[in-house]
């Protein structure tokens, strides 16, 4: 599937660090920064989560919930999130079946090796439960802004 503008977000439920389920659709009324990153605690995706939990207050000013997901378990999150602080919900996308339906799961090439893997992406999602923004791939430095900016 392409998710793109305009169209209406994919809804979905997955339990979060605490493994409590969280479905999109509780979330109409309020901005949604829906952020997709490969793995806790890498160099790269922590830099990204630090710059959600930094810019928090900014994002939180206008009305915006972010979710952060991944295919790492819920004791994974849960100490990410411990460890740095992070205000916000990391969902638990084992499967990749959120991945997939948002289009980010995809054939990645890394030291010569190619797998299936996580694109790094961000999807704003309006108040109506419409994608106002797509960001994908993501280049973690300066994207926070970006996103304050499509706000």
């Excluded at 109409?28 to 922590?46: A, E, M």
């Excluded at 004791?75 to 411990?82: D, E, G, Q």
């Excluded at 106002?132 to 900016?149: F, N, T």
Aim: some cysteine.
């Amino acid at each position: 599937m392409v998710v793109e503008t305009g169209i209406a977000a994919p809804n979905f439920t997955l339990l979060d660090q605490d493994e409590k389920p969280l479905d999109l659709k509780s979330l109409r009324g309020r901005w949604v920064v829906l952020y997709f990153y490969p793995k806790d605690s890498t160099p790269g995706c922590t830099v990204e989560a630090c710059d959600f939990r930094d810019n928090f207050r900014r994002l939180s000013a206008k009305d915006a919930v972010v979710l952060g997901v991944s295919r790492e378990s819920a004791k994974s999150h849960s100490n990410f999130r411990a460890k740095k602080d992070l205000p916000f919900s990391l969902l638990v996308d084992a499967e990749a079946e959120v991945c997939k339906l948002y289009g980010v799961w995809q054939m990645k090439k890394f030291m010569g090796r190619e797998f299936m893997g996580i694109v790094r992406s961000t999807f704003l999602i309006d108040p109506k439960g419409r994608i106002a923004k797509v960001w994908s791939p993501v280049s973690v430095k300066g994207h926070v802004d970006e996103v304050l900016a499509a706000l």
